[in-house]
């Protein structure tokens, strides 16, 4: 059973059932354990409402490229077109598979852990509030993670700048 962190985002339609619905779906797929809030962020690079955030901690027997099979499918379902694909547009739902049970995944259709997950603060915001929720009610899942690969060298005297109006937490 691998521990898999799944990103969420909607900015088209009734965005917080978009996100309820693609729960559900998945849920047919995988065990969805924890749930971030969701947040509501200022669409990058694309018209559109503000986007509905939210980031998943589930476990799954799925393969990641099944693993993504099943996601594209639930997006489908739910009226993403394949022409968005790599767009920025407004949609119904996109579900980003972030990391996959701490393996490095290459393969033509998917890359793991998500290359892009640590430039965007609608991941990052939600994904760290998860980080702390599974600290506190799930400590032994950190106590496997492997620290080798990690080495803190500075301390960061200035914290990340997010514009006041770029992200809210809403749920």
Known sequence: MANIFIALGSNKGNRHFNLQTTTTKLQSHVNVCFKSPIYSTVPIGMGGKRVF???????????PKQLLNKTQEIERSLGRGP???????????DIDILTYG??????????LPHPRMFLWFFVLIPLNNLLITLERKKPSLFSQINKSFVKKVFTARKALHVPKNAIRTIA
């Open 53 to 63: 955030n939210q980031i998943l901690f589930c476990q799954t027997t799925l393969s």
């Open 83 to 93: 022409d968005e694909k790599g767009k920025s547009l407004p949609r119904t739902i």
């Open 102 to 111: 701490g393996r490095r995944v290459r393969l033509p259709t998917i890359i």
